[in-house]
Structures are given as structure tokens and as C-alpha cells.
């Protein structure tokens, strides 16, 4: 599947035909992702959620 979709670069082999390029697209996904982390855009508030204090102090 990972030939299939041409999520390695490094070797593919001769008897695989590559239906995709995954591999750019994965390593963009990640370098945003690293970046928003990075830049503290996210997670925002939509990605998190709210939990009462009571909960947390349950947790500890």
C-alpha cells in the first residue's frame, strides 16, 4: 500500500505502480503541523476542551 500510494521516495519497486504521491502531501501535513505548534496557532479553542476543576483535582 505504501509503494501503491508513493509514500517513499527511496526505493519502489518494479512491480508497483504509484497511484498517488502521499509522500509530499504527508510531509507538508507534517510541516504545517510542526509550524501551527510552533507559532502556538494550535491547537486553538475549537481543538480543546473545557473540564471542571473537580475533575482535575479527581485526576491528581
Do not use: C, R, W
Not at 512491480?15 to 504527508?26: E, H, L, R
Not at 507559532?39 to 491528581?60: A, N, R, V
Amino acid at each position: 500500500m505504501q509503494d501503491m500510494l508513493g509514500m517513499f521516495k527511496d526505493f519502489v519497486p518494479k512491480f508497483v505502480k504509484q497511484f498517488a504521491n502521499m509522500g509530499d502531501v504527508m510531509k507538508e501535513a507534517f510541516e504545517s503541523y510542526i509550524k501551527e505548534v510552533n507559532d502556538g496557532t494550535f491547537p486553538g479553542e475549537e481543538h480543546t476542551y473545557d473540564i471542571d476543576e473537580e475533575i482535575i483535582e479527581k485526576l491528581y
